[in-house]
């Protein structure tokens, strides 16, 4: 990014101001579509702005983890593709993608939306689900978008059918359990200025990020990204933020 | 080509009647939306049966790394990729595979032919697919996908590529195979044409045919690459007479 639109941006949101016009505290335009994909058992597309991210679930039979013999496998990955950004490049994982996945991951897990102990099959045998997040459009806050996106994806999803120990693909028994949606808020800050929602541009400039994911009760997961710093007050009244958002959000899902 | 046959072998061909109930002719229903993505240079969307696979552009940009470099034209490169979720069975493995490896430089090479390389010297282009659900026939869908959406970035080409297969069904040819008919079938040729001189710029194939066949084959893969054609050059003509102002992908539920 150049200076000038540097500046101009560090200058506007010091302000109070931002580029697009948007209050601090605002989205931009969200749209969800739901399952949109048929082969996978559940899907999502998501667009936050110019960012757009679909995310499909897949089933398998798998192996439960040693220490939780009962459960199953939740697993969630993120890849952010070389078409999505001039900045992504083809190759393994970046740390970015890592913590994006994770974090989506966290904010799911941690709530226990999901019922593993459900995907109990056999002994030595269980469900295993498969939640992958595909950035298609990078113009910032993929986190929320990847959320958006996955969270929508779970709720689209069927049960596959079982038999003999086997899933039978094309044929479903019910939907997937959701307990709770899951969203989350994540928000910028430049010096003392703190904003929802930022732009790939407002990305750019920013010292640091907090992303929090709430269920209607509860915070769920949080990150710290940036080498910016936050203060406890800030997080505590972020939280509230993030509550009252949770609801706009969740009425999209 | 899509992978392991699975279960008893269906009747393929019936009283003139395909499976999905099309004749020998007959593509699948086919949609193509230009411009659907913001950063890439140019994206293409395309549905194709039950495929959807979104297709973007970006370059001329500069070339990385340098000892990849030509000083006397554009480096042409191309990513085909299949989301884990596309397919039907089980999940796949992210990452390039042996097949993806194949049917990418396969495909990178069909748009070496056509693209105007020289006018761009030390730099890359890079045509990135991504088949987000897969019905057999991906690799000319993207393709035809991908055509678009260079087009659409201001890539100066000498034609705008299509590409369809064609198949043998229970002793038929067939044009544009689905999943069952690629699985089952006793052969498989996808073929991508400059359809300006007829010139075949992908050539694949498996599967036994006789002389016969082979003509017969290439006449139905004509014939339907020229409908294709017309349904890229709408989907580009439509970007300039309705102009949007937002970009935004929409996949159409079936």
Known sequence: MNEI??????????????????????????????????????????????????????????????????????????????????????????????????????????????????????????????????????????????????????????????????IIRGEYEGKLPIKDKVVTCTFGKLSDKVFLDPTLDEEKGMDCRLTLATTPNHLCAAQKGGWGAVSEREIMSLLDISMEKGKELRSLL | MMGGSKGEKPVLFENGKRIDGRGAGDLRPIKIVCRVLNDADGSAYIEWGKNKILAGVYGPRECIPRHDQSLYRAVVRCRYNMAPFSGMEEHGRSGPNRRSKELSKVIKEAFENVIISENFPKTQIDVFVEVLQSDGGTRCAAVTAAAVALADAGIPMKDLPCAVAVCKIDGKMAVDPGKEEDNFGESDMPIAFSPRNGEVLLYQMDGLLTREELAEGFALAKEASAKIREIQADAIRKVYDEPKEERFLTIIKE
């Open chain 1, 5 to 166: 639109k540097r500046d101009t941006l560090s200058a506007l949101l010091l302000a109070g101001k931002r580029a697009d016009g948007r209050g601090m505290h605002d989205y931009r335009k969200i749209t969800v579509q739901k399952a949109p994909l048929q082969n996978a058992e559940g899907s999502a597309l998501a667009t936050i702005g110019k960012s757009q991210v679909i995310a499909g679930v897949k089933f398998d039979i798998a192996t439960p983890f040693a220490d939780r013999p009962k459960e199953g496998v939740f697993s969630t990955s993120a890849d952010l593709l070389p078409l999505a950004s001039h900045l992504f490049e083809t190759g393994p994982p970046s740390e970015e993608a890592i913590e994006l996945a994770r974090v989506v991951d966290r904010g799911i897990r941690s709530s226990g939306t999901l019922d593993l102990e459900s995907f109990f099959i056999e002994e030595g045998k269980v469900l295993a689900l498969y939640l992958d997040i595909y950035i298609l459009d990078h113009d910032g806050n993929l986190i929320d978008c990847s959320a958006l996106a996955g969270m929508s994806a779970l709720l689209s999803a069927r049960m596959p059918k079982i038999e003999e120990g086997k």
